[in-house]
């Protein structure tokens, strides 16, 4: 059985008054403010919740966490148990000002056949 990812594009992360705000279609999430160069130095740091930063008068339970891939190419967020990525390069122009927003996309890992790629015929093998 062979395993691929998808990408949807779902949301996008903006900075707003020095915070990462990921904003996806079921929920808004905050990086805080001083954890959002902690992240740019490749450190994993907490999501939280807007609404639950709200309502805990700022005391929030984190609901993820956002960190730099090995690659460093891309911010990975797993967000009540989902996993997100945006391009680093775009996440970086969002927090300068020099973009609006990163995109952020949904992960989906796709099990089964994978798509052929060429239409040469393949020889069937006695097992």
Do not use: C
Not at 40 to 68: C, E, Q, R, Y
Not at 76 to 94: C, D, F, H
């Amino acid at each position: 059985m062979n395993q691929a990812n998808a990408f949807e594009h779902i949301g996008a992360a903006r900075q707003y008054e020095g915070t990462l705000r990921i904003d996806i279609k079921t929920m808004q999430a905050v990086v805080a403010r001083s954890d959002v160069t902690r992240l740019l130095d490749h450190w994993p740091v907490d999501i939280f919740d807007i609404s639950d930063v709200m309502k805990t008068a700022g005391n929030p339970s984190p609901v993820g966490k956002a960190w730099i891939t090995r690659s460093g190419k891309a911010v990975m967020y797993v967000i009540n148990g989902i996993k997100y990525v945006s391009p680093l390069a775009q996440v970086k122009g969002a927090i300068t000002g020099e973009r609006k927003y990163a995109n952020v996309s949904i992960m989906r890992e796709i099990t089964g056949a994978v798509p052929v790629l060429s239409s040469l015929p393949v020889a069937e093998v006695a097992a």
